[in-house]
């Protein structure tokens, strides 16, 4: 409830004890209405249900809603039905002590829609079994069977109840509800012979001209039109927009076999309420001498039938009374108006005791069998004050039972009020309420009482009227507060009294009732019944009229008796129960949506005692809760109680009150509950918790930000855990299996290497493969790059051959390859560069420092010869041209020259001149030294005049000159490597002497003895 006290301004306080000014009747009204206007039509008084007929349907009785209400505190949920049938349950359950709902308002504003909802509520919400099923549907559908016997279109309400009605619904040990028992009260039987304008008698004669098959009405003599029928016209008003009565009709067949009719008895049940209909329709002539004789003979012939009874003892019964004096039975024949009551009453007598058989059926077939041990949910749907223009004996009944409800009301409101105080331990403070005692004693009392009077007036002998009733009331009781007369009242309040009326002051407001005929109402139980209805062969007709009624000598109770005895047995019932209470209120006479009319209302606030109820609940403290809850819903505006406290919980609620700087005078502190005087210390306390909830809902929202970010941040964190377990575990796996594997291999290498000299074995099988292998893998990576690099690895011994074997082939393909690229200049080059290793391959120290320098074509290019010299050669092509130095054979001189080898020919130029032509034919021999110098010798024959002896040359590019002339002139074979000396011809038979030796550097020059000196220098690669 707490939660809505912020909305207080626009929809009101859900509780009235909640209002400041809680004595101001418009206050009161004001917060209906906002309330109202919200469609909020339920609101409370304390634990009391305060109700406002919508009069349309709200979408707030759903299954949904039913849950919503289900085992939740009766505060903690906004005010509804559910709530007080729940809280009731629960009560039921945990204290196992038997409750009762009453359930009290005007005709229309809404009571048996309550007690509807409230039955629904539990055929829904509670524990169910096969049998209690049954037992569910039997009560629900008791409600139809009743409404369409005892309801009936008034101008109030379309759907009437004409009866009080309490229902005991009883749980078992479960509580699932297993049985049933209905009592009724004051079946408003008048209705059956007359109805107001605009009115209607009771549903069920409609639904069943409307509704029965057209067999069933020929069966029953009916007609399928109400205006037939005497008893069906006289309210004019047949047909109703708000009720369907074909299909009502069909509804209330299948409830009566739900409920366990058979249908002989649903015949036999129809039977009667046919022949009221046609009861209603007899019709009386008068004699001369004034005796009423039947002209409608058709009628007896049905009802006789209908009824079971002979036709002539009907006819009999219906035109003459019979008394009984001294044992012995008179009859005497009635006059017109007599007959005519005399019938209606039988009509009344027929239908209301039907009506009561109907509710014993039902009863029958609710029964819990071991009732014993059930728990009990009484709901009390009965009449609320009635206050009309004229008021009678009806309206006086009501009224009485409700001054006694509201006596019950206060007694246990107040006495619940004393006992909590006590409980918690808080003084008492008296409250000022009226008791109403006083006016039940009045009309009560023994001997002295209103309805003592009726009886004694209604069976003295003598003329008893309805005058002399008031008479007698008037001596007897004329001087009560509460009760006056148009003769005794002051001459203001006789203004508005007629003479046949008296005024009783009830709790509520005064009330004025008319005492016109109300001795026949309350007498006409007295009139013996004819005896007629008890000889019936009808079985319901039998057991509602018993024979042993007849032969009761004793006097019968008065209608006002009875009622005063179901009454105080009703009380009695109610007071052993814990009450709930609800009340209704009507909004508007219109039966329309949204329409609030004041005037109305507060004369419902007034007469439903509403005020009253207030003041009594408000008379100490306007708000109390439980310890727990108080200090759970409003512990964060302290610092010392949020976010818990840990101490007694009395404690911490001083703890918060005293925080939030409440005055002693504003709350008292009981035994487990804070008690708080004032509404307004509640919506202060109220308001502060609304402005603490913003900031604590930013605080709630990043604390669960934070939560929930950590909570799958852990989440995350403890996956890559799981994930790097995995991982590493197979990680460890792989690397254990890796190193057994190792272990393995190292562990067969070694033996392998152990016996690797032996023959091939599973032992050194593995090392000899890997062996091979690692041979064949090395060989791979390392071999040889090119043609001339000669390294090769070395082979095991078993691979020695195929080793060199691969050695030859790869090398043959390399050469093959390598050929393969080979141009023919480069042919050419090789070509001389193997004639020159030929020659000087290990024979002269220079030659290595040949070989990597490739051979020119000539050393001389034409612009460096002599044109001349090139001339006087003529056709000779020149093969080679290289600048050399020569020395004289006399005195060894070195000159620059030119040697130049053409195809036939070396030719030895100094500049223009042809100095010596040696033809290759004449070439004897070519001389060299093994040393590093360039000096040679071109040996030419001794005989030949032309030449002058051997040449003496030397070539800065020794081998490479010496390998073309050795091609040139063919004498590869010709070259002569010298140790030590050279000897030469020097002309005319002398000879010369060219002495080599290593030094330092290259000299060449004449020796002491004539030879030519060459010092060859000594070369790094020696
Ligand atoms: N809670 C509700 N929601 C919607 N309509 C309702 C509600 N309560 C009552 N009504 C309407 O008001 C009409 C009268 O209600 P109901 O028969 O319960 O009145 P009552 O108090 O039992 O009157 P009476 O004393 O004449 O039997 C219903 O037929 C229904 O149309
Ligand atoms: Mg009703």
Known sequence: MESALTARDRVGVQDFVLLENHTSEAAFIENLRKRFKENLIYTYIGSVLVSVNPYKDLEIYTKNHMERYRGVNFYEVSPHVYAVSDNSYRSMRTERKDQCILISGESGAGKTEASKKILQYYAVTCPASDQVETVKDRLLQSNPVLEAFGNAKTLRNDNSSRFGKYMDIQFDFKGAPVGGHILNYLLEKSRVVHQNHGERNFHIFYQLIEGGEEDLLRRLGLERNPQQYQYLVKGNCPKVSSINDRSDWKVVRKALSVIGFSEDEVEELLNIIASVLHLGNIQYGGEDSGNAYITTDTQIKYLARLLGVDGLVLKEALTHKTIIAKGEELKSPLNLEQASSARDALSKAVYGRTFTWLVNKINVSLAYKTYKNASVIGLLDIYGFEVFQHNSFEQFCINYCNEKLQQLFIELTLKSEQDEYEAEGITWEPVQYFNNKIICDLVEEKFKGIISILDEECLRPGDASDITFLEKLENTVGGHAHLTTHKLADGKTRKVMGREEFRLLHYAGEVNYNVNGVLSCTHSLCVVHPQVMCMSDNKILTQCFDRAELKDSKRPETAATQFKTSLAKLMEILMSKEPSYVRCIKPNDAKQAGRFDDVLIRHQVKYLGLMENLRVRRAGFAYRRHYETFLQRYKSLCPETWPSWQGKLADGVSTLVKHLGYKPEEYKLGRSKIFIRFPKTLFATEDALETRKHSLASKL????????????????????????????????????????????????????????????????????????????????????????????????TALIEASEQLRKLYMQN??????????????????????????????????????????????????????????????????????????????????????????????????????????????????????????????????????????????????????????????????????????????????????????SELLVAKAKNGHLSVTAPRLNSR
Not at 755 to 780: A, G, I, Q, T, W
Not at 897 to 914: D, F, G, M, Y
């Open 701 to 796: 929202q990043s604390s669960w930000k934070g939560y929930s970010q950590k909570t799958k941040y852990r989440k995350l964190r403890s996956s890559a855990v799981v994930v790097q377990a995995w991982w590493r575990g197979i990680l460890a796996c792989r690397r254990a299996q890796r190193k057994r594997q190792a272990a393995n291999t190292i562990r067969r290498f070694i033996k392998g290497f152990i016996y690797r000299h032996n023959e091939r074995c599973p032992e050194n099988e593995y090392f000899l493969d890997y062996v091979r292998y690692s041979f064949l893998m090395k060989l791979r990576r390392n071999l040889p790059k090119s043609v001339l690099d000669k390294s090769w690895p070395t082979a095991p």
């Open 814 to 999: 390399m050469v093959w390859g390598y050929c393969k690229r080979i141009n023919p200049e480069w042919k050419h080059q090789l070509e001389q560069k193997m004639v020159a290793s030929e020659i000087f391959k290990n024979k002269k120290d220079n030659y290595p420092q040949s070989v990597p320098k490739l051979f020119m074509g000539t050393r001389l290019n034409g612009e460096e010869i002599n044109p001349k010299v090139l001339q006087s050669l003529g056709s000779e092509t020149m093969k080679y041209a290289v600048p050399v130095t020569k020395y004289d054979r006399k005195g060894y001189k070195a000159r620059p020259r030119q040697l130049l080898l053409t195809s036939n020919c070396a030719v030895i130029v100094e500049e223009a001149k042809l100095k010596q032509r040696i033809d290759y034919a004449a070439l004897k021999g070519i001389s060299v030294s093994s040393l590093s110098d360039g000096v040679f010798v071109l040996h030419v024959p001794t005989e030949d005049k032309k030449q002058k002896g051997d040449v003496v040359l030397q070539s800065d590019h020794i081998i490479e000159t010496l390998t073309k002339v050795a091609i040139c002139a063919d004498k590869v074979n010709s070259i002569n490597i010298n140790q030590g000396s050279i000897t030469f011809t020097m002309g005319q038979g002398k000879e010369g002497i060219i002495d080599f030796t290593s030094g």
